[in-house]
């Protein structure tokens, strides 16, 4: 699966910014997707998650303030955006559009760094305050 992230940029403290990532390589409902994020010097972190059924995850640090969502375009393409409104100084890091598969039925978490096996080169976003 391949995974192109787009999106990213500079804005001030309460503005938003829109994540895209283009997916393609694998049928579309053989895996499911969400967003990690790496801000220098901490681990990654999940921030979102959709799977096949369209259950959808957040981060509590984006509660309420991101949104993800997706859109199947061909038998092995599909799009991932990830809305993100009232941004803040910490959400500044490096945002990673992720695929995993098999899609694992997680409840509550975004799931760890590891259980994710297809990685976007990623796409900063940096917030000033």
């Known amino acids: 699966v391949r995974l192109v992230e787009s999106g990213g940029g500079s804005v001030q403290y309460g503005g938003s910014l829109r994540l895209s990532c283009a997916a393609s390589?694998?049928?579309?409902?053989?895996?499911?997707m969400g967003w990690f994020r790496q801000a220098p010097g901490k681990e990654r972190e999940g921030v979102a998650r959709?799977?096949?059924?369209?259950?959808?995850?957040?981060?509590d640090s984006v509660k309420g303030r991101f949104t993800i969502s997706q859109v199947s375009r061909d038998i092995d393409e599909k799009s991932l955006y990830l809305q993100m409104d009232s941004l803040k100084p910490e959400d500044t890091a490096m945002y990673y559009c992720?695929?995993?598969?098999?899609?694992?039925?997680?409840?509550?978490?975004?799931?760890?760094?590891?259980?994710?096996?297809?990685w976007g080169q990623g796409t900063q976003v940096t917030v000033s305050s």
């Open positions: 992720v695929g995993q598969w098999p899609c694992l039925p997680y409840t509550d978490k975004v799931g760890p760094v590891d259980e994710y096996n297809y």
């Open positions: 390589g694998r049928s579309y409902s053989e895996y499911c």
């Open positions: 959709i799977d096949l059924n369209g259950k959808i995850i957040y981060a």
